[in-house]
Nanobody
Framework: QVQLVESGGGLVQAGGSLRLSCAASGRTTYAGAWFRQAPGKEREFVAAISLTGSGTYYRDAVKGRFTISRDNSKNTVYLQMNTLKPDDTAVYYC??????????????????WGQGTQVTVSS
């Protein structure tokens, strides 16, 4: 089993920054990802990172503003969010998996999920 603990959400004005963290305990995990879900909308892929960190993947709307990274010594994945917009407002979920796969953007390719952290961007 893998337990995920997220932190770093909050309220920020448009143009501001936040950094989300997702610490994992338990079994070794492979890819890490962030998804988000706004009220009344489906959960959507935000960013993912491979085990070694050599591969990173983003949805178009966040490219150039968000950066995903990981520190394997701490078993933690981060999401640095800059130039935040009101459209980024959502609950952000950390996701991990304990098997190798080249599918980074599909939610059901991850078998462990965090509890979610609220990010609110005011205009």
């Amino acid at each position: 089993q893998v337990q995920l603990v997220e932190s770093g959400g909050g309220l920020v004005q448009a143009g501001g920054s936040l950094r989300l963290s997702c610490a994992a305990s338990g079994r070794t995990t492979y890819a890490g990802a962030w998804f988000r879900q706004a009220p009344g909308k489906e959960r959507e892929f935000v960013a993912a990172i491979s085990l070694t960190g050599s591969g990173t993947y983003y949805r178009d709307a966040v490219k150039g503003r968000f950066t995903i990274s990981r520190d394997n010594s701490k078993n933690t994945v981060y999401l640095q969010m800059n130039t935040l917009k009101p459209d980024d407002t959502a609950v952000y979920y950390c996701a991990r998996r304990d098997y190798a796969s080249s599918d980074y953007g599909r939610a059901n390719s991850y078998n462990y999920w965090g509890q979610g952290t609220q990010v609110t961007v005011s205009s």
